[in-house]
């Protein structure tokens, strides 16, 4: 058997939302099968199963609220199959009973107990049968309300009395001020209009950019980074874009970001430090190359959800992946594989005009690179001045797994790529 748990779906995420199941008990499952959907702080994720077997018992109902790594689901392995049933024997004497076995969620056994339910005479209407809070609920014997206190109306002063009559005001619903007597103050109280609650409305993306907030404040307490820069001339890279889009229709044409994410990959791949996790108090280098792409949110904030071995795509399969996910992380719709597998982000914010960038990591990565606008600027070729585009990219890096000679040599390799964009 394997516990199924609720995944730690970002370092700034404590807990989720089950919105719903996609399977129920006796189900069987697959490898990177959604079978779940989770309301986050950054909208509704996809959760994944990652081993194959049959869905066991399924231990969450929807709509509640679950803290990271509390068991949602129980699944049986492929190989666990049950065991033959067992040739019927004669009828043994009468032994003492044992308690049935109920298939409840916690929370229906706790009201159960309070209000005198017999689970056992229940049929659940949750996944697999499961009697949940509503099936506790709709059986409990339903109670009287307690009649009015008989002294009520011997504690209420004569100018109250008149004044709630002439208000329309149940006495029976005021509380007694000192001395246990409705006094002309208490109605008056009463009948005033309830003022509305002044708490400031919250916006959207308000929840995901507190998330963001304590995920980044815990990231520059634990983690010692160190920042490099450089400058590339995009000379090459731009012209070998411009004829390869030539050669396409407007919609199959590539955009620099794939550009930027492809040559992060090659570098990734010779200087791979950079590329992996600082997981309890160790360095894991990621033989897989996943890139967390940052990407604005509509409401507010962003998520960096990852696309899967960017090493070993072409340059159309990375431009196919962009138009796939940017617009199903605007609208909250992101598997937990792609909010839990990056190993290295990246971060553009050129197309704003911003020349340099200088971001701090999301643990338990190691490593961010930013990269700026492209801007005119001169520079000096083969001994000639000229005026060639020019981008910063930056490198924030963990100083624990990696030192500035291991992000100066990633930074040089990846200059070299964006001169030889053929190769990419």
């Given at each position: ?62 709509g509640a ?7 949602m ?14 040739p ?11 308690a049935?076995?109920?298939h ?30 509503e ?27 008149r004044l709630a ?6 006495l029976?619903n ?13 109605v008056?109280?009463a ?36 920042y490099?820069?450089t ?11 411009e ?9 199959d044409r ?6 930027l ?5 090659k ?11 600082w ?35 072409s ?86 797994a ?13 200059n070299?790529?964006f001169?030889t964009?053929?190769?990419?």
């Amino acid at each position: 058997m394997a516990d199924f748990v609720m995944p730690n779906l970002g370092a700034d995420m404590e807990a989720g939302t089950l919105v719903k199941w996609h399977v129920k008990s006796g189900d069987a499952v697959k490898r990177g099968q959604v079978i779940a959907e989770v309301d986050t702080e950054k909208g509704i994720i996809d959760i994944e199963c990652f081993e194959p077997g049959v869905i066991e018992q399924i231990r969450i109902e929807p709509g509640a609220k679950i803290p990271v790594g509390t068991v949602m689901a129980v699944i049986r392995g492929a190989e666990e199959a049950p065991a033959p049933a067992k040739p019927v024997a004669a009828p043994e004497p009468a032994a003492p009973t044992k308690a049935p076995h109920v298939h409840a969620s916690p929370l229906a056994k706790k009201i159960a107990a309070e209000l005198g339910v017999d689970l056992t005479k229940l049929t659940g209407s949750g996944p697999g049968g499961l009697i949940d809070r509503e099936d506790v609920e709709r059986a409990a014997p339903t109670k009287k309300a307690p009649p009015p206190a008989e002294t009520a109306r011997a504690k209420v002063s004569p100018l109250a009395r008149r004044l709630a009559a002439e208000r329309g005001i149940d006495l029976a619903n005021i509380t007694p001020g000192p001395g246990g007597i409705i006094e002309q103050a208490d109605v008056e109280r009463a009948a005033a209009p309830a003022k509305p609650e002044t708490a400031p409305a919250s916006k959207p993306g308000d929840g995901m950019r507190r998330a963001i907030a304590a995920a980044m404040a815990k990231s520059n307490r634990e983690i010692p980074h160190y920042y490099l820069q450089t400058r590339i001339d995009m000379s090459a890279a731009l012209k070998w874009l411009e004829a390869e889009n030539a050669k396409r229709s407007i919609k199959d044409r590539l955009l620099p970001a794939v550009l930027l994410l492809k040559a992060v990959a090659k570098a990734l791949g010779d200087v791979p430090a950079l590329n992996g996790f600082w997981i309890d108090n160790e360095h894991r280098v990621s033989p897989a190359i996943h890139l967390g792409f940052a990407i604005s949110m509509k409401g507010g904030g962003l998520v960096a959800p990852a696309i899967h071995d960017v090493g070993e795509m072409s340059c159309d399969e990375i431009m196919a992946a962009l138009r796939d996910l940017i617009p199903r992380a605007r609208a909250g719709r992101l598997r937990s594989s792609e909010m839990t597998d990056a190993t290295l982000t990246v971060t553009s914010l050129g197309d704003l005009g911003v020349e340099s960038v200088f971001g701090v990591i999301y643990p338990p990565q190691v490593g961010l690179v930013g990269f700026g606008k492209i801007i005119e600027q001169p520079w000096a070729k083969d001994g000639v001045l000229g005026v060639h585009p020019i981008m910063t990219a930056s490198l924030a890096a963990d100083h624990r797994a990696t030192d500035g000679h291991t992000g100066a040599q990633f930074l040089d390799v990846l200059n070299q790529h964006f001169q030889t964009p053929e190769t990419l």
